[in-house]
């Protein structure tokens, strides 16, 4: 299984872009870069993925590195209810899904 | 769609107790997920069904856990007998397997309390 390395926690003012780094140094070429939140006391929600270009939703951006050895998750507009611990995990055909201890994000109103 | 649905939310036995958790996933998925949360340990998958064939049951902590999924809406985790150290929260997750990539969705959790 691919080793991830994020940051334990990150901090943000609220309006304000955020940009949480991943290192998926070791991620297999058929591996998808997965990003998954869990809100307080709530189960994990499934955020993004991407294989090699940069990709949008309602809810982020993901900006892959050419190399695909590391991934950035931007939300646009931090608000309150952003505060999470955010999750990336590679993953693919054969590959489950391993959550690591992810980063805390903090929202500063 | 309703979502995952788990229940019960909260249970709380004593040591030595047969506890079941059970799982509804999402209509149509075909994956389903049983993981627990603690503290220590964070997030751990502990066995998953792909069209109710279990396919990965290497987190399952030891024997007195078990799981089965006897059609595709509904799931069970059984821990038989319980032991304090049990006591974490317990997700279920179903998917719709796409290329290559997993979106999971999850359900609330149960919060399993072992005195």
């Known amino acids: 299984d691919a080793k991830t390395t994020q940051p334990n926690s990150m901090e943000s003012n609220e309006e304000e872009p955020v940009h949480l780094p991943c290192n998926h140094s070791t991620i297999s070429g058929t591996d998808y870069i997965h990003w998954y939140r869990q809100l307080p006391s709530q189960g994990p929600e499934y955020v993004i993925h991407?294989?090699?270009s940069n990709v949008n939703n309602r809810m982020a951006s993901l900006a892959i590195a050419e190399d695909r050895k590391s991934s950035t998750l931007i939300l646009l507009r931090a608000t309150l209810r952003d505060a999470a611990v955010y999750y990336c995990?590679?993953?693919?055909?054969?590959?489950?899904?391993?959550f690591g201890t992810g980063t805390l994000l903090a929202v500063q109103p | 769609d309703a979502g995952v649905i788990q229940s019960p939310r909260h249970e709380v036995t004593e040591m030595g107790q047969e506890v079941t958790l059970r799982c509804k996933p999402i209509?149509?998925?075909?994956?389903l997920f049983w993981y627990r949360q603690t503290m220590m340990r964070g997030l751990e998958l502990l066995i998953y069904f792909n069209n109710n064939v279990p396919i990965d049951d290497s987190g399952m902590p030891e024997d007195r856990f078990s799981a089965k999924m006897p059609n595709a809406s509904f799931s069970t985790l059984k821990i038989q007998p319980s032991e304090p150290r049990d006591s974490a929260v317990y997700f279920c997750a179903s998917a719709r397997r796409g290329f290559q990539s997993w979106e999971q969705y999850f359900g609330p959790g149960t919060r399993l309390t072992v005195t």
């Open positions: 995990m590679p993953g693919g055909a054969t590959n489950k899904l391993i």
């Open positions: 209509s149509g998925h075909d994956y």
């Open positions: 991407g294989l090699t």
